[in-house]
């Protein structure tokens, strides 16, 4: 029999951790929260220091009846759903439900993140454990209680006035206001024309592009030539001197030191994945998010990268080394 249960958000990160931590831990998975507001007025009572009134999410009782047997049988509980406001506040929830059934009783709860599924990382968390964190608990509570606020009675008005479906909120709300802006200032752009002046150019088989930057001993700026009768006469001007051919005045050549790119954050990974890919936000978040619970690639499921919903550009110490290490092998030292 298992003495610690520990609980995760999902399965697969379920199914990985247990095999790290071994025989004395049973890791179940909680499949997001456990308990919300409840779906009618009065959720939050503003009148009331905006006491807030949860029950528990329906879909998921059968796993919290799966905890509730497994945490009879074991001697204390980790939390260790993700390290952000949804994963402290699900920590929280969680607790608060089993303690309200009188399963917490003689058992320590602790509290532990996972910012990269390895098994020194997981590990590490295990041994060094925390309290639930109350300030990231009330930031996720307001922001819940914000989208009720808003939602709850700003939603109802796009479903009468344009069709059903349609969600306002917290964040679509000013999202919205951005792109109304955006377009104002771009119905309200007054078009200037202007012409540049490139010429295709091939030396001893080599195809290259080049720029006019100089006419008649003036630079040539964004609006210096601003019509095609100019861009004609520029034309017109350049054939005559050249004589069908262009020559090259000066060469310049210089040492350049090039940075790597910073490591990916929240913003920049989708950003990238929609320029590079073409990926939406969302499948760009559940790819990410499969990684970052494991991928088997030939040894066992092991994380491939740390928790992606992260302002932070700090690469794992366990990275680092791997990264010298295979250019050591590489390249060499």
């Known amino acids: 029999m ?107 709860a602790y509290r532990v993140a996972f910012y990269e599924i390895t098994k020194q990382a997981v590990s590490e968390a295990i041994a060094h454990p925390r309290e639930i964190t109350m300030d990231l608990v009330n930031a996720q509570q307001a922001r819940r209680a914000l989208d009720y606020l808003v939602g709850f009675n700003l939603s109802p008005l796009l479903w009468r006035k344009i069709r059903r479906g349609l969600s306002a909120g917290r964040v679509q709300s000013p999202a919205l206001r951005m792109i109304v802006e955006r377009e104002l200032e771009i119905e309200a752009f007054n078009p200037r024309e202007y012409w540049s002046i490139e010429s295709d150019n091939n030396f001893k088989g080599e195809a290259f592009s080049a720029r006019l930057n100089l006419l008649g001993g003036e630079k040539v700026k964004q609006f210096t030539i601003t019509n095609a009768d100019q861009a004609n006469d520029a034309h017109r001007r350049l054939d005559e001197a050249a004589q069908g051919k262009l020559r090259v005045a000066k060469v310049e050549k210089k040492q350049r030191k090039r940075n790597p790119a910073a490591p990916f954050t929240t913003s920049t990974l989708q950003q990238e994945a929609a320029r590079k890919l073409g990926f939406g936000a969302q499948r760009t978040m559940r790819t990410a998010q499969k990684l970052y619970e494991g991928i088997d690639i030939g040894a066992g499921q092991v994380g491939l990268i740390s928790y992606m919903r992260t302002d932070s550009v700090a690469l794992s110490n366990d990275a680092l080394d791997e990264i010298r290490e295979f250019i050591a092998d590489k390249f060499g030292i």
């Open 2 to 108: 298992a003495s610690h249960l520990v609980i995760v958000e999902s399965p697969a990160k379920a199914r990985t951790i247990e095999k790290y931590l071994g025989k004395d831990f049973k890791v179940l998975a909680s499949y997001g929260h456990v308990r919300d507001l409840i779906p009618k007025e009065g959720a939050v009572e503003t009148d009331n220091n905006f006491k807030m009134n949860y029950t528990p999410v329906e879909r998921n009782q059968k796993h919290l009846a799966t905890i509730k047997k497994e945490l009879k049988k074991a001697d204390s509980l980790y939390l260790a759903t993700d390290p952000d406001r949804e994963g402290e506040a699900i920590s929280w929830h969680l607790y608060e439900l089993l303690n309200e059934k009188n399963l917490m009783k003689n058992k320590r």
